[in-house]
């Protein structure tokens, strides 16, 4: 059995096991790494705004960008005139259509998207369905919209819900989490994000979702879950979101139906400012030590990591606190059904579908949110080519 860090050792600093393994040297100098990105993150959060909140992602973001850098040299030149100048946009032509991405072309345009935000860039796991939403009057990229399997254990939707342990598995998997969820510029300032929202509550992909993974067996328990979607769960980027809350998707009578519900905050754990560097020495610290315990492969989505990182925090006598970021993001729930509780609490089995086409409620956006937008704002003043270059670090 491998013991935790005890007194019986006399001067050590890590568990019995790092001493057997004849592994101090690597374990003192994962320790110094790991506290010296944790007085970073403590510097940066503890005032809370946004801004130092993506600052706390930047680490993370600057070394995936290093990772890809020679990928978007190669690419950003056959790609780039997706992206939209100012001259291009002209809210009253805009027509947005909803792409499922299923070619190579459409996955690098999504993967140049992604890369460019503040957040560290994720390819998702488990099931997937990525999105590009286009503008076809004038050609140009809109925004992504990135859908993964859901997590298993998700506080602010398990104390909401009263989902039944013995069918948790089956009824969460109804169910797809939206990792990348956003509009590039300039539509960011014409609130093309709020579309990017809609998108995700709309019939299309839940259609897509039923054709994809209709009478597929699960990697894990070998056998066919119900293919339906009833809902998708999101988080905010950074703290208190402007992007999901109060996202209509139309109206009835004088009331607005809301395509977003808040499940209150997360509770501020997890493993993001821990970088792909950083996760990378930790793997392979974690491989010396248990060698028999592989990492990588199916399975090996965040609760792996988290896992991973766990383990190694015991072995360096290191608190699990130090998995405590304290950036409480905002958690959101896309309902695609009208009896979502009682699908959820196991009560009912059938969905009672409410969503609507993506055209119809790109329409809607418009008219709720581009139109007023830009007439407030003039015009788009946000040069879509030359911010995406800049954030992607190729100027």
Same mark, same amino acid.
């Given at each position: ?238 703290? !208190? ?126 008219? !709720? ?27």
């Amino acid at each position: 059995m491998n013991l935790p860090c005890v007194e019986s050792v006399q001067e050590s600093k890590f568990s019995p096991l790092v001493y057997e393994k004849d592994l101090v040297t690597e374990a003192e100098e994962l320790m110094n790494e790991i506290h010296a990105m944790r007085r970073n993150l403590i510097r940066l959060v503890d005032t809370n705004p946004k801004s130092d909140y993506r600052n706390a992602h930047s680490s993370s973001r600057l070394v995936t960008l290093g990772k890809h850098k020679k990928w978007l040299d190669k690419n950003w030149p056959k790609y780039s005139n997706v992206f939209a100048e100012p001259k291009e946009v002209f809210p009253e032509a805009i027509q947005p259509r909803l792409e499922l991405v299923t070619k190579q072309a459409q996955r690098d345009i999504f993967r140049i998207a992604r890369l460019s935000w503040s957040l560290p860039y994720s390819m998702g796991y488990g099931r997937r369905l990525n999105y590009l939403i286009w503008d076809d009057s004038n050609h140009k990229l809109m925004g992504i919209l990135g859908l993964q399997s859901p997590p298993i254990g998700f506080s602010a939707r398990d104390t909401t819900f009263n989902i039944p342990r013995e069918r948790k598995p089956e009824i969460v998997n109804q169910t797809m989490d939206a990792y990348s969820v956003g509009a590039v510029p300039p539509y960011s300032d014409l609130l093309g994000g709020k579309l990017a929202v809609l998108a995700a509550a709309s019939k299309d992909v839940r259609q897509d979702y039923e054709q994809r993974y209709e009478g597929r067996i699960t990697e894990m328990e070998k056998r066919v879950l119900p293919a339906y979607l009833i809902a998708v769960t999101t988080l905010s980027a950074f703290g !208190r979101s402007s992007l999901y809350n109060r996202v209509s998707k139309g109206k009835k009578g004088n009331q607005n139906l809301w395509a977003t519900a808040s499940l209150g905050n997360c509770k501020g754990w997890g493993t993001f400012y821990f970088n792909d560097d950083l996760y990378r020495k930790i793997k392979i610290f974690h491989q010396q030590l248990f060698p028999d315990k592989p990492v990588r492969g199916f399975g090996t989505g965040p609760k792996v990591k988290q896992l991973v990182i766990s383990h190694v925090l015991r072995q360096l006598c290191l608190p699990q606190t130090y998995l405590k970021h304290n950036i409480k993001r905002e958690v959101f729930i896309i309902s695609h059904t009208d009896n979502l509780e009682d699908i959820l609490a196991g009560k009912e089995e059938t969905p009672i579908y409410n969503d609507q086409p993506f055209q119809e409620l790109a329409e809607f956006w418009k008219e !709720r949110y581009c139109l007023p937008r830009a007439n407030n704002r003039c015009s788009c003043s946000i040069d879509g080519k030359q911010t995406i270059a800049k954030a992607l670090e190729l100027l």
